[in-house]
């Protein structure tokens, strides 16, 4: 099928890179004859009729900024059938005639209510930094995260090595344990708590006394933040009270979820908003643009609705085994 007009939102959180598939997508349905109208604040925006004409030019000298240009948002209302209704009344009002979101697996729910509906077009392209969609490998955001952490808990070891103390590192993702992960690997950290795992305060104590038998000056657990933000003070209180340890917490909260993407975010998210226009060009959705054993490829939009904790434990045991 021909699509002479298509709409671009983003749903859900911010992830660096976003920019850069909403620019690909642009730049590619602009190639194939196509109109574009960007979607500004996600669901919640399209509701309101929040539109802008997207132009070769509206997405220059974007692809280096963190965040999104057309701004997200969460709309709880886009929960109910009548609003979802309503919204594919007002694109059909504009002259949409497909729509592509780029958020994570909330967002790609709302987008496949719309498909089974109303038989609406659909594309999903994953975005969020907790790289937890079910289904892909990859979501656009993770690495540009993963990296930002990695400089704080950088800047932490020099201050926790100069006075000999022990830091909680909190990092993002929620459930997830991708980003914590990957950092306590490669930051070199003496432990890693993953979300749901029961905290063993005596195994983290023993691992600091034996580092400081052998002449460690600084140790660095990385707590992945679970469901709520601040567990970390939990721990502390208890490395206090029952062990006597003292341990200074480091929350590093939104500030992962900013910056300028890394260059494999840029890389992915340009063949993903690319392949996201051609599949539909194709006749191929609803579908999601997903990274498949190191490859840009699609796979069918229901695949990834869901959360899926791409959950490496072996990283926590070469974190550990590495930071003896
Ligand atoms: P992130 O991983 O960054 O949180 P997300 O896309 O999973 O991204 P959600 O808050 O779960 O974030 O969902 C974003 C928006 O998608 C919601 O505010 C809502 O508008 C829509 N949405 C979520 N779940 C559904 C659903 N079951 N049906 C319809 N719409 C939904």
């Known amino acids: 099928m021909t699509f002479k007009h298509i709409g671009i939102l983003c749903s859900g959180g911010d ?12 730049r590619t349905a602009i190639h194939h004859g196509m109109q574009v109208t960007g979607i500004r604040r996600g669901y919640a925006g399209l509701l309101r009729g929040e539109f802008i004409q997207m132009n070769l030019s509206s997405v220059g000298n974007i692809l280096q900024r963190g965040g999104t240009i057309l701004q997200t948002s969460r709309s709880p209302e886009f929960a109910k059938a009548e609003f979802r209704k309503r919204a594919v009344d007002i694109m059909k009002g504009q002259g949409i005639e497909a729509l592509i979101v780029i958020g994570g697996d909330g967002s790609f729910k709302g987008a496949m209510a719309l ?13 969020t930094i907790d790289n937890d969609i ?30 000999a103390r022990t830091f909680l590192v909190e990092v993002m993702g929620r459930n997830s344990s991708a980003i914590a992960l990957k950092v306590g690997v490669c930051t070199g950290a003496e432990n890693i708590l993953l979300p749901h795992e029961k905290v063993d305060h005596k195994k983290i104590v023993d691992d600091i006394q034996r580092g400081i038998a052998r002449g460690k000056e600084s140790s660095i657990i990385i707590v992945a933040e679970g469901p709520v933000s ?15 340890m003292d341990a200074h917490v480091a929350i590093l909260g939104h500030i992962q979820r900013g910056g300028s993407p890394s260059g494999e975010d840029r890389f992915i998210a340009s063949q993903m908003g690319n392949l996201a226009v051609e599949s539909l060009i194709k006749g191929e959705y609803p579908i999601a643009t997903i990274v498949k054993s190191g490859k840009v490829t699609i796979t069918e939009l229901p695949n990834c609705t869901k959360k899926e904790d ?15």
Request: aromatic share 8%; with cysteine.
């Open 134 to 163: 079910s289904n892909t490998e990859y979501t656009i955001g993770f690495d540009t995260a993963v990296e930002t952490a990695i400089e704080a808990v950088d800047r932490i070891r020099d201050t926790a090595h100069s006075h």
């Open 115 to 127: 498909c089974e509906e109303h038989n609406f077009p659909v594309v999903g392209i994953p975005g």
């Open 15 to 26: 992830s660096p890179g976003m920019n850069c598939a909403i620019r690909a997508v642009v």
């Open 230 to 244: 601040g567990r970390s003070y939990e721990i502390q209180n208890i490395l206090k009270d029952l062990y006597h």
């Open 310 to 324: 791409h959950n490496f434990s072996e990283y926590k045991d070469l974190a550990h085994t590495l930071s003896i």
